[in-house]
């Protein structure tokens, strides 16, 4: 089975701060993804990456960036955090169609 | 812009009830995907559809792909408490990320 794991399950932070969130996947696969979960609009894509050193903005990049140095590890960095960027943060890993989820990081900004 | 629109956003219903869940979109897609989020987890991938016209069937629930590969559905016969959770359609487009709907929560009572 597909293991994603993200490294927190609920992380809270002051505005201002740099904050990190680490994905790693053990399947060796090419594309990650970062996502936001808020209620009433879904998911919605940050950032992507299709081979390592490779990013791809998503439909919101706005205030992140993003890591992937290894192949099994993306990570999303939030530059200055602010208050709007509390939310459920999920990321994904595939190699073509199907994507396999993490359990999340519940990120607080207060 | 959202491409895949599902209705109906919340169900609630009592056990041993049917239900359906639409995901409609005036674009094609290759293939669509369904998975069912429990809250605190991440999303968990139930099934892929890629021809049009294509019927799967995972025990209790039978997923649908249209003909013309634009919408799907998603049938639960029986339904169960355990069923409870966000139910979400993704569809995929060549050459882009998955597109997400916003989820249908389902809410089943004993």
């Known amino acids: 089975d597909v293991k994603v794991t993200q490294s927190s399950r609920y992380l809270v932070k002051r505005t201002g701060e740099k904050v990190f969130l680490e994905c790693v996947q053990d399947?060796?696969?090419?594309?990650m993804f970062w996502y936001r979960q808020d209620p009433g609009l879904g998911l919605r894509l940050i950032y992507f990456?299709?081979?390592?050193?490779?990013?791809e903005k998503g439909d919101i990049p706005e205030g992140y960036s993003v890591s992937r140095e290894k192949k099994e590890r993306f990570s999303l960095i939030l530059e200055s955090a602010s208050t709007n960027q509390t939310s459920m943060y999920l990321c994904a890993s595939s190699m073509t169609r199907p994507q396999h989820f993490g359990d999340g990081t519940r990120l607080s900004i207060l | 812009t959202q491409l895949l629109e599902q209705s109906p956003q919340f169900l609630s219903i009592q056990e041993g009830e049917n239900l359906t869940v639409y995901c409609n979109s005036s674009?094609?897609?290759?293939?669509l995907q369904w998975y069912r989020q429990e809250p605190g987890e991440g999303p968990v991938l139930l099934v892929t559809v890629v021809t049009g016209g294509e019927v799967k069937k995972l025990k209790r629930l039978t997923f649908q792909f249209g003909d013309a590969r634009k919408d799907s559905s998603l049938h639960i016969t029986a339904a169960q408490p355990g069923d409870t959770g966000l139910y979400l359609c993704a569809g995929n487009q060549a050459g882009t990320a998955l597109i997400f709907g916003k989820g249908t929560t389902l809410s089943v009572s004993s």
């Open positions: 674009s094609v897609f290759s293939s």
């Open positions: 990456s299709y081979d390592v050193k490779m990013k």
């Open positions: 399947m060796d696969h090419e594309n």
